[in-house]
């Protein structure tokens, strides 16, 4: 089974830090995708790599910056946290060339800004 | 850009009873997939059931089917037979077929309750 695996399921940080999401998967995916989900608007792409150091802006990249070193790992970047950042954050990679199969998910980062 | 509306921030259903998950999509493109996904409280987000617009035949897997309507642009969810375990957040999704590009448009989704 795929793996998509997210650092951390709960973080707190302060207004103004720089703060790093983490996502590893383990199924040789070259798709990684970051999404944030808030209620009453669904899920709403952040950012989204096809391949290691590659990257596309979603509907929302403001704010936020990625990075993809390894072809396993995809990380967020909120490059100076602010309030309305606040939200859950979900992980996602899929195979290259097959729109038709699914996206596996990790289980997600609820993150407060304070 | 297409575009996925759920009109049903919430839906319930009594246990065992069968229930309809209503989504329609905007698109200029003819060859497309729609997915339905399930995410249960606190719990991975997960694959439904899938449908490849260039089918006819609607998806179907054990007590979940879709009713795929391509000309009126509706992709809805049928449970049949509810059980508590099928308590989520439904979010039905669009892909287009374009190689490289294999993104998901989400809907804002249904909560699903289950009534025991």
């Known amino acids: 089974d795929v793996k998509v695996t997210q650092s951390s399921r709960y973080l707190v940080k302060r207004t103004g830090e720089k703060v790093f999401l983490e996502c590893v998967q383990d199924?040789?995916?070259?798709?990684m995708f970051w999404y944030r989900q808030d209620p009453g608007l669904g899920l709403r792409l952040i950012y989204f790599s096809y391949d290691v150091k590659m990257k596309e802006k979603g509907d929302i990249p403001e704010g936020y910056s990625v990075s993809r070193e390894k072809k396993e790992r995809f990380s967020l970047i909120l490059e100076s946290a602010s309030t309305n950042q606040t939200s859950m954050y979900l992980c996602?990679?899929?195979?290259?060339?097959?729109?038709?199969?699914?996206?596996?998910f990790g289980d997600g980062t609820r993150l407060s800004i304070l | 850009a297409q575009t996925v509306t759920q009109s049903q921030p919430e839906m319930s259903v009594q246990e065992a009873e069968t229930v309809t998950l209503s989504c329609t999509y905007d698109?200029?493109?003819?060859?497309?997939?729609l997915f339905w996904y399930k995410q249960p409280p606190s719990r991975q987000m997960i694959l439904v059931i899938r449908q490849e617009a260039y089918k006819q035949q609607n998806a179907t897997e054990n007590r979940f089917s879709v009713n795929f309507q391509k000309a009126a642009k509706s992709f809805s969810l049928k449970i049949s037979d509810s059980q508590l375990g099928d308590a989520a957040m439904y979010f039905c999704a669009y892909s287009s077929p374009n190689f490289g590009n294999e993104k998901l448009t989400f809907g804002t989704g249904t909560r699903l309750t289950i009534i025991p």
């Open positions: 199924m040789d995916h070259e798709n």
């Open positions: 996602a990679s899929s195979r290259q060339g097959f729109s038709n199969q699914p996206q596996h």
């Open positions: 698109t200029s493109e003819s060859d497309y997939y």
